[in-house]
């Protein structure tokens, strides 16, 4: 049973790692899944402390997320259209690969500048909107990686730490 948690733990980390970069997937609070699934196993002691720390980051990771990127519009001079505008270019870059791995900038970046016109910014007030939506797009996206990653590597710690007894046969 250990190996299943440990198996299916692995599998939440990557999706998280995943989700940092995908709007539709909660990045973090899946890396704590991951966690979560650990210290579930026999082998491994259950630390509450570390458990709460890790769920408390992850939580306001998603909403830090949903935050910074208004900030970068508003500080930047844009609307909830500019923001509205990033999500779509998202979106787009994810299900239309037309720019293969430079749309996950490039559409994100057309999105809020359309949504600014949309608006009715003039070219040069869409574009520097556009530019601190995607700006506050990429500190969430790092962000969120960043968590993703330290809870994979904190996960693989763990993990080696108590591979006798997890995989004792």
Known sequence: MDILLVVFGFVFMLVGILGSFLPVL????????????LYLTKAVTNNWWVLGVTLVIALVIVVLDYIIPVMGTKRFGGSKKGVIGTTVGLVVAIFLPIFGIFGIIIWPFLGAFVGELINRADHQTAAKAAFGSFLGFLT?????????MIYLGLFIKILIQHSSEIFAF
Do not use: H, N, Q
Not at 26 to 37: E, K
């Open 26 to 37: 909660p990045g973090p609070p899946l890396s704590w899944i991951g966690l979560l699934l």
């Open 140 to 148: 969430g996206t790092f962000i969120k990686f960043l968590v993703a």
